[in-house]
């Protein structure tokens, strides 16, 4: 089971405590915000995995420096490229939890056409079961994760554990769960509750791309 804290750039304040713990994160940083490149870089150096997630904007209100619903396959492509290139050291791509819906299907081509070549994952979040809905474009090998799970901002510790058990539930049930979170106190202590030894959860922690390979079924995930 893989945690992704979105928009990990946001609240510098946490990430003393963020990269000190020994959990093993995936760090969503939003390419091309502020701080984007130093977060990630601590990230790592801290042996976390980052995820760059790539902003969505209505079409023609981004200034030319995020993705656009709407955009032509093309143009989406070289802004993905444009965008994933301040992240290199990304495991995967993701869209923020601010987005409001997933990248329509011009979008998710011309993305694609970015991630595919350079071997990157795409996560896809929100995502109900059986809703047919995954983001994905046929004919093309990208790995995709799939989160169920959102922990929303302004949860409490309580309210965290019970959805991280849920997740876990579902992990042991499907093989792999995937939470996408808001980075806060309140998540860390209930990560740390929740994720300690003699804690009784059904499923670990782990690298998210553990859990994207073995959705993808191309590795055991251990």
Request: a negative charge.
């Amino acid at each position: 089971m893989a945690v992704v804290l979105d928009d990990t750039a946001a609240n510098p304040l946490l990430h003393e405590l963020l990269f000190s713990m020994n959990l093993p994160f995936a760090v969503g940083v939003i390419a091309g915000g502020g701080g984007d490149r130093e977060t990630a870089n601590a990230a790592r150096a801290a042996g976390l995995e980052v995820v760059a997630q790539l902003p969505l904007a209505r079409q023609g209100e981004s200034g030319g420096a995020a993705l656009e619903y709407g955009l032509p396959e093309g143009e989406a492509a070289d802004r993905t490229l444009t965008l994933m290139q301040r992240l290199p050291m990304a495991i995967a791509a993701a869209r923020p939890l601010s987005a409001p819906a997933r990248p329509n299907a011009s979008v998710q081509r011309g993305m694609a056409a970015t991630l595919e070549p350079l071997g990157f994952a795409y996560v896809d979040h929100g995502v109900v079961p059986g809703d047919g809905s995954t983001f994905g474009v046929e004919g093309v090998a990208i790995p995709i994760g799939v989160s169920r799970f959102t922990i929303p901002a302004g949860a409490s510790a309580a309210e965290t554990v019970a959805a991280l058990d849920l997740a876990a539930a579902d992990a042991v049930q499907r093989g792999t769960a995937v939470v996408f979170a808001t980075p806060g106190e309140q998540l860390f202590l209930a990560l740390q509750l929740w994720g300690g030894e003699g804690s009784g959860s059904l499923a670990l922690l782990a690298p998210l791309s553990a859990v994207i390979r073995r959705q993808n079924g191309t590795g055991s995930g251990g």
